[in-house]
């Protein structure tokens, strides 16, 4: 008796194998620097989504990945409750009308916007390379506070509308306005996550915009990604993640040159 792997079971298999691979280098990227949209979403696009659809199926994997990467953050004692509770909330209302603008969005307009983004992440991740661990007061109460809900408002905007890169942007306000170190600015940060992408995916998904099988097995590699990545940079400390900056600026680079 032979067994013969047919062109679609092989088909199936690199899906598979693709999927939970960038899936697990996007969740240690997002939880450790941010910009693990910006591998994801041209992947499930080359698979043939279109592209609100890739985008609302992003967000599976998003959830997914910050959710477990905020476990493992919880897991090590790393918290800013309630602070990371009001941002996420102010973030969630603006996710809301960032969403809905990708849903109503031509496709072909959104793959240049998409192109332009990448441009714009590559330069805050230049400016983020610069050293972010400031030895400062925390700065989570007060104006500071009101300042950051109503930023994250407009951060929600758009991270509910592709998200790409938004991480790089919440690490630069939270280290540079609210003095949090690396360490608890990325545990803030997937809490935040987790919390505006959950109402975004419900928006996707009421919209008919959403792939759920390719969702969920990204979503696979991004959660073992994040919560080794989360659990991993605690152990070794703020020095980890300004690798895992470096790292991102590299690859980024490097796909901003050769590729389109």
């Given amino acids: 008796m032979s067994f013969v792997i047919s062109p679609t079971h092989m088909n199936d298999l690199f899906q598979i194998f ?41 967000r599976i994997a998003i959830v997914v990945q910050s959710m477990s990467g905020a ?19 102010s973030a969630s209302i603006g996710a809301i009308l960032g969403a809905q603008i990708a849903i109503d969005l031509d496709g072909l307009l959104f793959n240049k916007i998409l192109a332009i983004v990448m441009v714009v992440i590559g330069l805050l991740i230049l400016i983020k390379s610069k050293n972010l661990n400031l030895k400062l007061p925390e700065r989570l109460t007060g104006k500071y506070l009101i300042y950051s809900i109503i930023i ?11 998200n790409a ?10 280290n540079r306005v609210n003095h949090l ?10 809490v935040i996550v987790f919390i505006y992408s959950t109402i975004a995916l419900v928006l996707f ?56």
């Fill in 152 to 162: 994250f408002f407009f951060i929600g905007i758009y991270g509910g509308f592709i």
């Fill in 18 to 58: 693709l999927l939970l691979t960038v899936g697990f280098l996007a969740g240690v990227i997002n939880t450790l620097a941010g910009g693990g949209s910006i591998f994801t979403l041209p992947v499930l696009i080359f698979l043939g989504l279109p592209p609100n659809i890739a985008n609302g199926t992003n």
């Fill in 205 to 260: 998904a009421v919209n008919d915009s959403v792939n759920w099988k390719l969702g969920i097995l990204m979503a696979i590699g991004t959660s073992f990604g994040a919560w080794w990545a989360s659990r991993w940079s605690v152990k070794k400390g703020d020095r980890v993640i300004r690798i895992a900056m470096l790292f991102t600026i590299v690859i980024m680079a490097f796909k901003l040159w050769f590729f389109e």
């Fill in 181 to 190: 170190s690396l360490i608890k600015t990325n545990a803030t940060k997937v």
């Fill in 165 to 174: 890169g938004v991480g790089i942007v919440i690490m630069l306000f939270l």
């Fill in 71 to 89: 476990l493992g953050y919880k897991s090590k004692g790393v918290s800013t409750f309630p602070f990371n509770i009001y941002l996420g909330i």
